[in-house]
């Protein structure tokens, strides 16, 4: 993958956007133990691992998505997201985090415009046509996305996700099916949004190229998350 230009090097002192303490999971076996995890204004955190190493599961738990079996997760200074009602943390989902899906889940009877007004609409944002054209896809907007090839329903999957102006992006392989130039320009419009909105990425990939252009990389194995640069 090309080099992609990286926000500037986090602030120690930066506001603390997510600190999720001793989280711990299983499903038919553990899964990870004992996780302890923080994201910072401006700051972009990957965790790679193999497929079944649970990062997928860590990246629902820290978005509102699946309680965990045992720890906690704060959000912007808040109590533990899941001692919150299911209205407050369908506000969290909403307005201040967005979630970029490894299998898009768009609306499969409507165009690529509509998909990404319906979030707008959600949010009460405007859509964002310079980021539309920031991912190269403003030619297939009026497309129904049954039309489109698996790289332009992923870039309106993330076109979906950053019009509406989230604070934390919970991205799980944002890349994963998207050729270098592709990627490159995908991870540039999540980096750039990080930094107008001061926000945080937390990302799982497969890809420790992906990884290496994060502020920080962790590798997720054996049920312990381990940094590796």
Same mark, same amino acid.
């Given at each position: 993958m090309p080099q992609t230009d990286l926000p500037g090097?986090?602030?120690?002192?930066?506001?603390?956007?997510?600190?999720?303490?001793?989280?711990?999971?299983?499903?038919?076996?553990?899964?990870?133990?004992?996780?302890?995890?923080?994201?910072? =204004?401006?700051e972009t955190?990957?965790?790679?691992?193999?497929?079944?190493?649970?990062?997928?599961?860590l990246l629902h738990i820290l978005a509102t998505l699946l309680k965990p079996d045992s720890?906690?997760?704060?959000?912007?200074?808040? =109590?533990?997201?899941y001692t919150l009602s299911p209205k407050e943390q369908l506000a969290l989902r909403r307005y201040a985090i967005g979630i970029v899906f490894q299998f898009h889940y768009l609306f499969k009877g409507m165009?690529?415009?509509?998909?990404?007004?319906?979030?707008?609409?959600?949010? =009460?944002?405007?859509p964002d046509e310079a980021l539309i054209r920031r991912l190269g896809?403003?030619?297939?907007?009026?497309?129904?996305?049954?039309?489109?090839?698996?790289?332009?329903?992923? &870039?309106?999957?993330?076109?979906?996700?950053?019009?509406?102006?989230? &604070?934390?992006?919970f991205a799980? =392989?944002?890349?994963?099916?998207?050729?270098?130039?592709?990627a490159h320009i995908v991870m540039d419009?999540?980096?750039?949004?990080?930094?107008?909105?001061a926000g945080a990425l937390f990302l799982v990939t497969h890809d420790e190229r992906i990884a290496e252009v994060c502020d920080r990389a962790y590798r997720l194995e054996h049920g312990r998350l381990e940094r590796f640069r």
């Open positions: 090097a986090p602030n120690t002192d930066a506001p603390e956007l997510l600190r999720a303490s001793g989280l711990s999971h299983a499903f038919d076996y553990p899964l990870f133990h004992h996780v302890d995890l923080t994201l910072k =204004e401006n955190v990957a965790v790679v691992g193999v497929s079944g190493s649970g990062k997928s599961t720890g906690t997760v704060s959000l912007f200074g808040s =109590e533990d997201i165009s690529a415009a509509e998909n990404v007004e319906i979030a707008t609409l959600l949010s =009460e944002k405007e896809i403003e030619s297939v907007m009026n497309q129904r996305v049954t039309e489109l090839s698996g790289g332009q329903q992923q &870039r309106v999957s993330i076109a979906r996700v950053l019009s509406k102006k989230p &604070r934390i992006i799980d =392989e944002p890349t994963g099916n998207l050729d270098d130039k592709t419009a999540i980096f750039s949004h990080i930094e107008e909105v």
